[in-house]
């Protein structure tokens, strides 16, 4: 559900909160902004499904947005996540495109998004747009190598860690609502096996753990639980 959208137009309020619009120079920016929609999503709002023309491209502020797949089981498992430094549905700068992936807001927050004909339409006419396009979508595919190597030889422990740091990074708070099942859904664990790997965060103080939300109390502490894929994947963001 969108709630109360508006337009960001000649609004300054977007250019430091998502940092792919921040990177834009302002000539480039001004071409979006006109057409720059901005709304809360709640958790759980379905930007698109798999098979779905990708009709809008989201750019989180404050919320995030996982990519799942289904498994055979009919369970979903996370891919990707994108918050406040990325966006959703870039691809569709270079035409049509359809989302291989269910697109589906994981932590409620503040978003803008765009028509698809719009911004396919300023990147047409953009270099710079679709460079910085090609490099995001370059970024995506080194995180989603790191994660599939982070998902075989991890335990779920350590690549829950991980996980709570990239949201809190990507959300831009240490305070994350997340209920079990989208835990499970990121894991691809049981909900029962995230209960028990919160409450044993908690007993060591480096998290509160109480239903549909997880704060974050000793960040360094939650770093050394993670495994090393969290370095990893945070160095390849920096160097781009």
């Known amino acids: ?9 000649g609004s300054p309020a977007i250019r430091p909160s998502n940092h792919l619009l921040a990177a ?12 720059l929609r901005q709304a809360n ?10 098979g779905d023309p990708i009709d809008q491209v989201y750019f989180p502020h404050t919320g995030m947005i996982s990519r799942l797949v289904t498994i055979g089981d009919g369970n979903m ?10 966006a959703v549905g870039l691809q569709c700068g ?12 994981q932590t409620p927050g503040t978003f803008s998004s765009i028509s698809a004909a719009h911004f396919e339409h300023v990147a047409t006419g953009s270099q710079v747009l679709r460079a910085l396009i090609f ?33 809190a990074d990507r959300s831009g708070t240490e305070q994350l609502l997340l209920t079990q099942q989208s835990l499970a859904e990121m894991l691809g664990v049981r909900r029962t096996t ?20 997880i704060t974050i109390l000793e960040r360094a502490a939650l770093e050394a639980h993670a495994c090393e894929c969290y370095h990893a994947i945070k160095n390849v963001s920096l160097k781009n």
């Open 24 to 35: 834009l120079p302002p000539e480039t920016l001004v071409l979006l902004e006109p057409n």
């Open 135 to 167: 490099d995001y979508m370059e970024l995506l595919w080194a995180e989603a190598q790191q994660s599939s190597l982070c998902n075989a030889i991890h335990g779920a422990s350590s690549r829950l860690c991980r996980w709570l740091l990239q949201c």
């Open 194 to 213: 995230v209960t028990l790997l919160a409450q044993e965060l908690q007993k060591q103080g480096v998290v509160r753990y109480s239903r549909g939300r």
């Open 1 to 9: 559900m969108i709630i109360a959208p508006s337009t960001l137009h």
């Open 94 to 105: 270079f035409g049509p495109r359809l989302s291989y992936t269910q697109a589906t807001v």
């Open 77 to 86: 498992v996370e891919t990707s996540s994108t918050g406040r430094e990325g």
């Open 41 to 50: 999503l709640r958790q759980g709002f379905v930007c698109y499904s798999a």
